[in-house]
Each structure stands twice: as structure tokens, then as C-alpha cells.
T-cell receptor
Framework: EAGVAQSPRYKIIEKRQSVAFWCNPI?????LYWYQQILGQGPKLLIQ????????DSQLPKDRFSAERLKGVDSTLKIQPAKLEDSAVYLC???????????????FGSGTRLTVV | GESVGLHLPTLSVQEGDNSIINCAYS??????FIWYKQESGKGPQFIID?????DKRQGQRVTVLLNKTVKHLSLQIAATQPGDSAVYFC???????????FGQGTELSVKP
């Protein structure tokens, strides 16, 4: 079974520039998550989708971050404009249903490492 | 200014020894817990999970203990191997759908 695919693997941008990350979840997974992982910390949920609808975006800095999952499969996360404190790994995860249970196939991708200079 | 990551607690063990990694969780309403292993450049990888109606669960070379009284989880790794070197995170789910809340993490180093 193919895992969660993310691209790019690395991105370096200057502050105030914009950047976009892409995620392709495991086939058949209705639920998709974006997490932010700052160096030395655990991942923090930014947004959760169920099919193409947003379930939880309470931790998403909406003044600069946006995310979409238009067809209920792939998703993009965008930052505009980027700040220095946005430097982090952005992890995408997916699961069969909106339940944090291993038997729902909750799986993380390898992430995109963003450096803002 | 530039953000600085927190300094991870570290644990260094000799190959073949047993390792114990501890975690304090935040929400007494959490009913499900997972231990993840994260190697450099990779996403978190599932190790073992436990529901709040249990206090112990065993897997292959790993055991998770849950103490709800003091909101504490531990991960025991038997006969630790160099391939176990990684950062280990506990995560909790407080019955809010798919959201996982991660702890700070512990960096495990295994000396051959």
C-alpha cells in the first residue's frame, strides 16, 4: 500500500514570500490532516478535512495560512506571506475516518521541511 | 525573531538494555493514546496504542503502561537495538475526532 505522499521535501524561501505544499493521502482515506512540527516539538494540528469539508481549523493562522481539498483527495496548504516563525516541518496525515485510531489507518507522510530566511 | 525549538529530553542506553520513556499527558478526558517513533527526515511512525480502559498493553518488544491517576504514560522497549534510535512521542486523543495532541518527545540514543 502506498503511503501518504508529500512534496516538495524541502523548501527555502525569504520572509514575506509565499509557498505551497501538496499532499496526496492514502487511497480511500476520507480524512486528511495537516500538522506543523517546529524543531524540537511534537506535531500540532493545523487543519482537518473530511472529504472536501473542513472539520477543524481552530489552530490555523487564517491571516496567512490557507488550505484546500477541492475534490476530496489531494490537498494543498499555502502560506502567504511567510514569517520566520513558520520555519517547521509540515506533515500531512490521512485516515479512513475522522477517528484517531490505529485501526483506521492513521498514517503520516514524511513532511515538507520549510526554512524561512 | 527566529523561533528556537525546545530542547528534547534525551535518553542514552547500551544496546541490549531495556529502555523506558515517559510521558505526561494533559487532558484527563483523553481516552486513547499512541506512541510514535520519528526518525530524522521522516514522519511519525505508529508503535503501539492503548485505550483508557486498559493500564497495560504489550507488543513485539514494546510495552505501554498507562496511569490515569497521575496522567502518565510510559513506553518500555526490551533489548534495545541501534535501529531503535529516534525521537519518541506520545500522543493523546480526547474524543475529538481525529485530532492528536502530541507531547514534547524524547530522543533515544542506543550505543553499540
Amino acid at each position: 500500500e502506498a503511503g501518504v505522499a508529500q512534496s516538495p521535501r524541502y523548501k527555502i524561501i525569504e520572509k514575506r514570500q509565499s509557498v505551497a505544499f501538496w499532499c496526496n493521502p492514502i487511497s480511500g482515506h476520507a480524512t486528511l490532516y495537516w500538522y506543523q512540527q517546529i524543531l524540537g516539538q511534537g506535531p500540532k494540528l493545523l487543519i482537518q478535512f473530511q472529504n472536501n469539508g473542513v472539520v477543524d481549523d481552530s489552530q490555523l493562522p487564517k491571516d496567512r495560512f490557507s488550505a484546500e481539498r477541492l475534490k476530496g483527495v489531494d490537498s494543498t496548504l499555502k502560506i502567504q506571506p511567510a514569517k520566520l516563525e513558520d520555519s517547521a516541518v509540515y506533515l500531512c496525515a490521512s485516515s479512513l475516518a475522522p477517528m484517531a485510531r490505529a485501526n483506521y489507518g492513521y498514517t503520516f507522510g514524511s513532511g515538507t521541511r520549510l526554512t524561512v530566511v | 525573531g527566529e523561533s528556537v525549538g525546545l530542547h528534547l529530553p534525551t535518553l542514552s542506553v547500551q544496546e541490549g538494555d531495556n529502555s523506558i520513556i515517559n510521558c505526561a499527558y494533559s487532558n484527563s478526558a483523553s481516552d486513547y493514546f499512541i506512541w510514535y517513533k520519528q526518525e530524522s527526515g521522516k514522519g511519525p511512525q505508529f508503535i503501539i496504542d492503548i485505550r483508557s480502559n486498559m493500564d497495560k498493553r504489550q507488543g513485539q518488544r514494546v510495552t505501554v503502561l498507562l496511569n490515569k491517576t497521575v496522567k502518565h504514560l510510559s513506553l518500555q522497549i526490551a533489548a534495545t537495538q541501534p535501529g531503535d534510535s529516534a525521537v519518541y512521542f506520545c500522543a493523546e486523543n480526547n474524543n475529538q475526532g481525529g485530532k492528536l495532541i502530541f507531547g514534547q518527545g524524547t530522543e533515544l540514543s542506543v550505543k553499540p
